[in-house]
């Protein structure tokens, strides 16, 4: 079936979002397709203001944009993996992953100190609590204070002393030409990445073969085994994207699937790994493998407990 004469693209308004968009667009002009850009608000962008764990429901920044596609208003959506919840909506598919970007958390401070140099008390500024309960077992002396808005915003708050030091995701940084102001790339011994990071979702109607023919060239199979073992651990563990969960899935030079993944409790004391390795084609078995390691450790209970002490700042109380 031939795509549609033009292809209409749904997309947040933010400058990453944008650049998302745009890349996707420009490969699908590659490949000769016309492409529409359709910009939609989310309700994440709407409350900048508010700490993202009391937004109501899950998917705050993908759920208007999928009701979009549901709806007929646009053909495709590109949205950053992470922010796309594991519950399936019925009526689209995750029709291409493309291949990732980095998958690391970076750190960086206003003068220059990496994470091991500053000092006892510094205000470290993140509004995931993966992020902030991986550091506090790192450093638990740090102060951690919720840090909204989008990248511009964040490092504006850095620079007007608001914080000593935030941390992103790389990826980020990097797509929107603002590597240079990265001080120190977090290991993923010391701090593993969201679900998803890095990667980005490529989401049409199930049954919009068109739509989904066209997007099939970007289609990354690597990254896409990946992020389904990290989806279907945090699935389930019944986590969400907000939970204290750390997951990294990637391939080995034998082209074995590696799955390293983390669950801490909210003050960062208690810390549970689990790790496993299998084909890439038993990802999703994987994904579910070394969730029930780590539920067997005591993590379903780390994860409440986070749930329930997570103050309006998105950290505990």
């Keep these: 079936m031939a795509a549609p004469a033009s292809l209409r693209l749904g997309t947040r308004g933010s400058a990453l979002a944008r650049w998302q968009a745009d890349w996707v667009s420009g490969e699908l002009s590659r490949l000769g397709h016309t492409v529409t850009l359709v910009p939609i608000v989310t309700a994440g962008d709407r409350e900048q203001g508010q700490p993202i764990q009391t937004l109501p429901g899950i998917g705050a920044f993908t759920k ?45 401070s206003r003068d220059g100190q990496i994470l091991d140099m500053l000092p006892a008390g510094a205000r470290v500024g993140t509004g995931s ?24 915003t964040r490092l504006r708050k850095l620079d007007e002393g608001e914080f000593d030091a935030i ?10 030409g603002l590597a ?25 109607r199930a049954d919009d073969v068109a739509a989904q023919a066209a997007v099939a060239p970007l289609e990354h199979p690597a990254c ?3 992020v389904v073992a990290e989806r279907s651990l945090l699935a389930a563990l019944d986590g969400g994207c907000l ?22 409790s ?14 890439a084609s038993a990802a999703f078995q994987l994904g579910q493998r070394v969730a029930d390691d780590l539920l067997r450790q005591g993590a379903g209970e780390l994860i409440r407990q986070a749930r329930e002490t997570a103050g309006p700042t998105g950290g505990p109380r």
Excluded: C, Y
């Excluded at 609590?129 to 840090?147: A, E, F, W």
């Design 167 to 176: 941390i992103l995701a790389e990826a980020g940084l990097k797509r929107l």
């Design 129 to 152: 609590l993966r992020r902030r309960t991986q550091l506090l077992h790192l450093r638990p002396d740090l102060s951690m204070h919720d840090i909204r808005g989008n990248v511009d």
């Design 180 to 204: 240079n102001r990265i001080t120190q790339v977090l290991a993923q011994s010391k701090m593993l990445p969201a679900v998803g990071q890095g990667a980005l979702a490529i989401e049409t």
């Design 64 to 108: 208007e944009i999928q009701r979009a596609l549901l709806d007929g208003r646009i053909d495709l959506a590109v949205h950053s993996l992470k922010d796309l919840p594991t519950e399936t909506v019925a009526g689209l598919a995750l029709a291409a992953v493309p291949e990732r970007e980095s998958v690391a958390d970076v750190l960086l």
């Design 224 to 226: 896409r085994a990946a």
């Design 243 to 264: 939970a204290p969960v750390g997951a990294w899935g990637r391939l080995n030079n034998a082209g074995q699937l590696l799955l390293d993944a983390v669950v801490l």
């Design 266 to 279: 909210a003050d960062g004391t208690r810390r549970l790994f689990a790790a496993g390795q299998d084909n």
